[in-house]
T-cell receptor
Framework: DAGVIQSPRHEVTEMGQEVTLRCKPISGHDYLFWYRQTMMRGLELLIYFNNNVPIDDSGMPEDRFSAKMPNASFSTLKIQPSEPRDSAVYFC??????????FGDGTRLSIL | KNEVEQSPQNLTAQEGEFITINCSYSVGISALHWLQQHPGGGIVSLFMLSSGKKKHGRLIATINIQEKHSSLHITASHPRDSAVYICAVRGNTDKLIFGTGTRLQVFP
């Protein structure tokens, strides 16, 4: 089992640029979660999908953030335009219903 | 006030000591999770429990639903246990609500 795969591991970009984070969940898992982790706020849920359908996006900070899951094996989180306050570690996790979540290694994003 | 509170925020111990990390929550839950995050950043699920007690190696997790409280115990602690331990609860949706974490350092 390859686990949840996120890319890139690190991203450094300038303010105003578009950023795309990618996630491949564990095969067979029907839930996918996007989280953001900062020193100030800890882990926060941004959005989650069930069977590729967004269920709750109430944690998405603003319209600059968008997430898609075009199929069961791929999801993206996009920030456009990026701002320095978006700097954080972004985690993707997947699970079966009512089971523990499996986390990817995260993407460390720095917006200059 | 946060819905999930952990204590202590920071904890240092000598190798071999018995360690307890506490988690209190103020919402109704269907399950409580304990997660471990190592300095490299990866997050691993240690336990998911909704009642009673679970044990895995030197780790023990307990939960008291009536008191809305859970504890994570580490017996015979080792420097490799140094990590941030995060408590998270799931209510009646699939969302997790996270505590702010407990940073544990175990010295040889």
């Amino acid at each position: 089992d390859a686990g949840v795969i996120q890319s890139p591991r690190h991203e450094v970009t300038e303010m105003g640029q578009e950023v795309t984070l990618r996630c491949k969940p564990i095969s067979g898992h029907d839930y996918l979660f996007w989280y953001r982790q900062t020193m100030m706020r800890g882990l926060e849920l941004l959005i989650y999908f069930n069977n590729n359908v967004p269920i709750d996006d109430s944690g998405m900070p603003e319209d600059r953030f968008s997430a898609k899951m075009p199929n069961a094996s791929f999801s993206t989180l996009k920030i456009q335009p990026s701002e320095p306050r978006d700097s954080a570690v972004y985690f993707c996790a997947s699970s079966l219903q009512y089971q523990p979540q499996h986390f990817g290694d995260g993407t460390r994003l720095s917006i200059l | 006030k946060n819905e999930v509170e952990q204590s202590p925020q920071n904890l240092t111990a000598q190798e071999g000591e018995f360690i307890t990390i506490n988690c209190s929550y103020s919402v109704g839950i269907s399950a409580l999770h304990w997660l471990q995050q190592h300095p490299g950043g990866g997050i691993v699920s240690l336990f998911m429990l909704s009642s009673g007690k679970k044990k895995h190696g030197r780790l023990i997790a307990t939960i008291n639903i009536q008191e809305k409280h859970s504890s994570l115990h580490i017996t015979a602690s080792h420097p490799r246990d140094s990590a941030v331990y995060i408590c998270a609860v799931r209510g009646n949706t699939d969302k997790l609500i996270f505590g702010t974490g407990t940073r544990l350092q175990v010295f040889p």
